[in-house]
């Protein structure tokens, strides 16, 4: 669950209570075969594309579009993932740790690098991601796909891909898995 | 994830989630390490002072290093430079760089206790203890516990192969700094330690001390070993005065070639350095693949990096919350 | 001797407590003499009246330990500032160590200290050092130093580390009727050491001075006063070794006798661990075992005096490293409160601790033809002191007398507070606060 982007400190030992569920696991699977198909008839050939997901939100959602592709298209699209802790506008600010260290063994210029995360929400987390992917080599392209959109950005990012797009309020939560995608809230214990 | 202190003293400021949430941060900045361009913004705008008091380049220059790859400013105050003046009182120096403004100062020193008390004068900013006197040296711990893990086979996981792990920690322990982080550090994981020490080199209380054992026979403890970490016989602190003679302390104490074979296949061998080989390591067994001493140094810059992180990036030092 | 013109004086309404006991009365003084004891005293006119009332009015006390750092540390103290300090807390006497710059060897520096005393808020008796310069390897010239009225001679800041030489002091002393006072402190064994040997130093990586290094000197100097018949007064002793061979040897008539310091039975070794310098002490501050000992020591009289070691050390001093900066507290305004707070005993017996045993000791009472430590009767000096057992108040270094501000207790609230000082006849402290 990656709601990096809360207005305010997650309390320690609080948990998600979920109230609606948005999408179920078909729903999503369904948009992840969709999104697979955008991809591949945006970039044809997917020579130089390489899937980038997010720690950790984006990551499972990034090999899932691999897979797909991989099925669809018989293309072996290269995966990543990318921390971005280190690039974040808000360090000192409030805790935050990297949730696991940045996997990307391929030189990232000139390629098309399409950064998968679970939910697009202020925007600075791609703004993070996209100093951080500079680190990496200068891409051609960068795209965005995100599983749900829900509003309220603070940039100016716009995703490609969008899985659902989701009118939230700002304290309201989103969680995203394989087993579906619920709107709720963040109860402290 | 656990509070982080505010400064970083002792390895007794860090229970072993604290230590755990060191270990993972520092895999982050060793893959920032292995980039062609290895650093990061993350501490732009922040100002760090090193203020050595005893001369040490390699993990100055560690600090440094970890400070600017994350874009810090970094001030450099070193023993004998004219801003470090004999007689200037310690307060006073402590004030000067104050009022330049620093987030974070890094000290070694040869006093025990010059961080703590550097901590009881300053506001909003964080102390890290990089060696003092006797007491501890932190960061020392640290990344041998990450060079453990990472021998381990540990990679994204916890901590939990520490448990039981039987460590054993050889040389003058009374007067180092290392021993005493070490054994706060590998005991806080649940390893067991072992102290191998000839009687005058032990501290004069070992009252409360988280030791499985100590033995004056290194090699009735070798084959029990998992990890054996050497200390330097500390000259420059007199520990040559607690000994008859270097050759004596060797033939009991040093890890020789004939006692690396007794040594567990799988055993791993560090040292803090500087090694004096001869004395308490042989030339061989430094080459040896089981030595890691260069991953050791290696692993420093990372932990370093991960250190001045939490300390510096958690929003717990003064300022605005986000709210 | 200045000819202060000092006031008729009455003391009214307190209890009037000494070596011959306790009872209800006024004390009436005249030209530095006791005139009047009784209930109900008129008062004559012209007469300063101190109000005594709930309080205790009690023969001055004495400190066989104060430094007052002049000549040569005037910026940490001085005679005048130390004697204030000594005022304040209740001494009409103190005990001036040698350990200046020059140390008090010789008759001239002796005399340079009575001089700057003249005028001062206590009475200054001085300690001569044993050795030259007190380097521990010729005698100082002792007899020169009696002539001027020195009964005591020590070393201190450090110990006599020679038995062959303390031997022959010892010796010499006793021709001369004078007592020696040792630092217990053998430096082999202490070398370097800035705190007690044990747990507390392990954990801390600081060097440590362990209890034999004064234990040792302690048994050395109960041998040679043995063999020697010489008096020997074991100045801070602080450990529980340090007080059995005391016990034993005061059994078995030997002519020994020790004094104690507040701080080695109120504090731990364990204050030390944030490595704070005002906690740095020598002898070093000990484990609870060695407190314990201690205060047993001063409920069954094997602790003949409670003494301040008043030791003030200038602010940046105390800022160094903690094995760098030099060790000592101060202690004058507050050993009193400390040992009403602290000590189970009644004030009776914790006066005398600290008034007339110590004025004993220091050969400054009357049966030495001194002034100090009492009784409390007609025709008798009035070197006096009113004490509120029961007020209480904070410790602010800020507001003491002294020119160092290094003691333990800052911030601490404490039982027993002086609410005047009477030093021949002159008040010099009324209600808590000196007159000069």
């Known amino acids: ?109 000139g390629s098309t690098v399409v950064l998968v995360d679970d939910v697009l929400f202020t925007g600075r987390t791609i703004r993070a991601a996209l100093n951080a ?25 716009r995703p490609d891909y969008v899985g659902k797009n989701l009118p939230t309020n700002r304290e309201e939560m989103v969680d995203v898995s394989d087993e579906g995608v619920s709107l709720g809230e963040l109860v402290s214990r | 994830m656990s509070g982080f202190p505010t400064h970083l003293l002792s390895m007794d400021d860090l229970d072993a989630a604290a230590i755990a949430d060191v270990l993972l941060v520092t895999d982050s900045f060793a893959e920032v390490g292995r980039r062609a361009n290895p650093k990061v913004p993350t501490l732009r705008g922040r100002t760090v002072a090193t203020l050595f008091f005893e001369d040490s380049t390699r993990t100055r220059m560690s600090f440094e290093t970890a400070a ?27 004030e000067t760089i104050q009022a330049i403004g620093m987030d974070a100062v890094i000290i070694r020193h040869s006093s025990s206790g010059v961080p703590a008390r550097v901590a009881q004068w300053v506001d909003n900013c964080a102390v890290v203890n990089a060696g003092d006197g006797w007491h501890q040296h932190p960061t020392q711990a640290l990344l041998d516990l990450y060079t453990v893990r990472q021998s381990l086979g540990g990679g994204q996981e916890g901590t939990e192969a520490f448990r039981g792990l039987r460590v054993t920690i050889v040389g003058d322990i009374r007067h180092s700094r290392v021993a005493r982080s070490q054994i706060t550090a590998y005991a806080a994981l649940g390893a067991e330690v072992t102290l191998v020490a000839p009687a005058t080199l032990l501290p004069p209380s070992l009252e409360g001390w988280p030791v499985a054992s100590v033995s004056h026979d290194l090699d009735r403890v070798l084959e029990r070993t998992d990890v054996i970490s050497l200390l330097r016989l500390q000259a420059e602190r007199g520990s040559g005065d607690y000994v008859p003679t270097m050759r004596e302390y060797s033939t009991g104490y040093a890890l020789t070639a004939r006692r690396a074979l007794q040594l567990p296949p799988e055993a791993i061998i560090l040292h803090p350095g500087p090694m004096v080989r001869g004395v308490e390591i042989a030339s061989e067994v430094a080459e040896l693949p089981s030595a890691r001493i260069t991953d050791q140094v290696g692993n420093g810059v990372a932990v370093r990096m991960a250190v001045l992180f939490l300390l510096l990036g958690q929003g717990t030092l003064g300022g605005e919350r986000h709210d | 001797m200045t000819d202060r013109n000092t006031p008729e004086l009455v003391i009214r309404g307190g209890t009037v407590v000494d070596a011959t006991g306790s009872r209800r009365a006024d004390v009436r003084v005249s030209d530095g003499t006791v005139v009047e004891l009784g209930e109900g005293l008129d008062v004559p006119a012209g007469a300063t009246v101190l109000d005594a009332g709930g309080c205790v009015v009690a023969p001055g006390l004495v400190d066989l330990h104060t430094h007052l750092r ?33 140390p008090l060897d010789s008759a001239e520096s002796v005399r340079n200290v009575y001089a700057l005393a003249e005028d001062a808020l206590a009475q200054v008796a001085v300690a001569g050092a044993i050795t030259v310069g007190r380097a521990g390897e010729r005698l100082a010239p002792m007899a020169e130093l009696a002539a001027l009225g020195v009964r005591l001679f020590t070393d201190d800041g450090d110990g006599v580390q020679s038995a062959g030489l303390m031997r022959r002091a010892l010796q010499y002393a006793t021709g001369l009727g004078v007592v020696l006072g040792q630092h217990c402190e053998d430096r082999s064994l202490a070398a370097g050491g800035s ?25 050395r100097d109960i041998a040679l006063s043995r063999a020697t018949g010489g008096r020997v007064h074991f100045l801070h002793l602080s450990t529980a070794g340090s ?33 704070d310098p005002v906690f740095k002490v020598n002898p070093p501050l000990r484990p609870q075992e060695d407190v314990d000992a201690v205060k047993q020591a001063l409920a069954d009289g094997t602790a003949d005096a409670i003494a301040t070691d008043h030791a003030p050390h200038a602010p940046e001093l105390k800022d160094l490293p903690f094995d760098q900066a030099p060790p000592g507290m101060l202690g004058l305004q507050t050993a009193l409160a400390l040992a009403v707070t602290e000590l189970d005993l009644p004030l009776e017996r914790i006066l005398a601790l600290l008034s007339w045993q110590p004025a004993a000791i220091a050969m400054l009472d009357r049966a030495h033809g001194g002034a100090q430590g009492g009784p409390v009767a007609e025709g008798s000096p009035a070197n006096l002191v009113v004490i509120d057992p029961a007020a209480t108040w904070t ?11 290094n003691t333990p207790y800052a911030g601490r609230n404490l039982t027993g507070q002086v609410r005047h000082t009477v030093r021949r006849g002159e008040p010099v402290v009324i209600d808590a606060e000196a007159t000069r």
């Not at chain 1, 979920?18 to 591949?40: G, K």
């Open chain 1, 1 to 109: 669950m990656a709601e990096r982007e809360r207005s305010h400190t997650r309390p320690r030992g609080a948990v998600f209570v979920p109230r609606v569920q948005v999408m179920s696991a078909d729903d999503v699977r369904r948009a992840i075969t969709r999104m697979a198909h955008e991809i591949a008839e945006r970039n044809r050939g997917l020579h130089e594309v390489v899937l980038v997901g997010l720690q950790t939100g984006g990551v499972g959602i990034a090999r899932r579009l691999a897979e797909t592709l991989a099925d669809v298209e018989g293309a072996d699209v290269p995966v990543g993932t990318l921390d971005v802790a280190f690039y974040r506008d808000d360090i000192g600010l409030r805790p935050v740790l990297p949730e696991a260290a940045t996997d990307i063994t391929t030189d990232l210029t």
């Open chain 1, 133 to 157: 992917l500079g680190e990496y080599g200068r891409a051609q392209v960068v795209e965005l796909a995100v599983m749900v959109d829900r509003g309220h950005r603070e940039l100016p990012i």
């Open chain 2, 68 to 94: 600017k790859r994350m874009s810090a400013d970094v001030l450099s105050f070193a023993a004998g430079s004219s801003s470090v003046k004999k007689g200037e009182s310690l307060r006073d120096t402590i």
């Open chain 3, 70 to 102: 002049e000549p040569g540390r005037e910026e940490a103290e001085t005679v005048a500032s130390g004697t204030r300090a000594a005022a304040l807390g209740g001494f009409t006497a103190v005990v001036a160590m040698p350990n200046t710059d020059p």
């Open chain 3, 195 to 219: 705190m007690h040997e044990g747990d507390w130093s392990s954990r801390l990586g600081l060097p440590g001075m362990p209890a034999e290094a004064e234990e040792v000197m302690v048994a």
């Open chain 3, 243 to 275: 007080i059995d061979l005391v016990r034993r040897a005061r059994s078995e008539g030997v002519p020994v006798t020790a004094e104690v310091a507040p701080h080695h039975f109120t504090l731990t070794d364990a204050c030390t661990s944030g490595f």
């Open chain 3, 395 to 405: 410790v602010d270094p800020v507001a003491f007398a002294s020119r160092s501000r």
